[in-house]
């Protein structure tokens, strides 16, 4: 692992996204009208992506563990992409960024509508899964947000 304990305490955040598209729009419908089979697909991705920030330390060799201050994951339907779009912020205040957090939390929310899904929908497509913005630390601020619009 990388060492740390030199570095000074800030306030750090990271936002990664990532999206999924549905290959029908009946998919999308049934999502949304909350008739899946196996639950609330939103509800549940949210909370799974709340889960694998916290878990990222036990998942990732070499990423160390953090005390995580905050975690907002949002899960937004384009009915004209036909997609889920996921949106991971997790803020903490220590020596390492949150990046694999908010990463880590965007894709496994993303799987879990995969997984949730895929009787239903056997060609969906995750993709642009990425860190659009981040704070803290010796590199500074860096907003990659109006890049990917």
């Known amino acids: 692992m990388v060492a740390i304990h030199e570095k000074e305490d800030t306030h750090r955040c990271a936002i990664a996204e990532g999206s999924i598209k549905f290959s029908n729009p009946e998919s999308m419908k049934l999502l949304l009208s909350e ?14 992506g709340i889960i694998a920030v916290k878990k990222t330390a036990e998942l ?16 937004i ?28 939390g965007a894709t496994i929310s993303l799987l879990t509508v ?14 642009d899964c ?8 010796k590199s500074g601020d860096i907003d990659l947000s109006t890049i990917f619009k």
């Open 114 to 127: 995969y997984d949730m899904c895929k009787a239903v929908d056997k060609m969906m497509t995750i993709s």
């Open 130 to 137: 990425r860190v659009v913005k981040k704070s803290g630390g």
């Open 60 to 75: 990732i060799p070499l990423c160390h563990p953090i005390s995580i201050t905050g975690i907002k994951v949002d899960l």
């Open 35 to 48: 008739s899946n089979k196996k639950g609330d697909v939103i509800s549940i991705a949210r909370i799974a």
């Open 77 to 104: 339907h384009d009915e004209k992409e036909n997609c889920i779009k996921v949106n991971c912020e997790v803020h903490c205040n220590g020596k390492t960024g949150v990046e694999m957090e908010a990463l880590t």
